[in-house]
């Protein structure tokens, strides 16, 4: 997905598990809402920063499409996994 373009999408509660958005550049705008971002395998540096700061996991689930339901300490692991990713 290199040089990827997601600004405007609309990804509410979509299932992104263990997909790549390392090549997503461009994401202002986009609507994560109810999306477990967390779980996917790789995240562009940009776009991990932009959804740990417009959509991170705040324990409330409502609204969420869930594979499992996440811990705070499950959510930070893979936070922490995808941060080395890109490194």
Known sequence: MT???VAGA??????VSQSDWNG???????DWTGTEW????RLSTGLLA???????YT???EGYALQETP???SYAADVK??????K
Not at 10 to 15: E, I, T, Y
Not at 38 to 41: S, T, Y
Not at 50 to 56: H, I
Not at 81 to 86: C, I, P, Q, T
């Open 50 to 56: 932009y959804l740990k700061e417009k959509y991170p």
């Open 10 to 15: 609309k990804l509410v509660r979509s299932n």
């Open 59 to 61: 324990g409330n689930t």
């Open 38 to 41: 967390w779980r996917a395998r």
């Open 71 to 73: 811990t705070p300490e």
């Open 81 to 86: 996994r995808l941060e080395e990713a890109v």
């Open 24 to 30: 997503v550049t461009s994401f202002a705008g986009s």
């Open 3 to 5: 040089g990827t373009d």
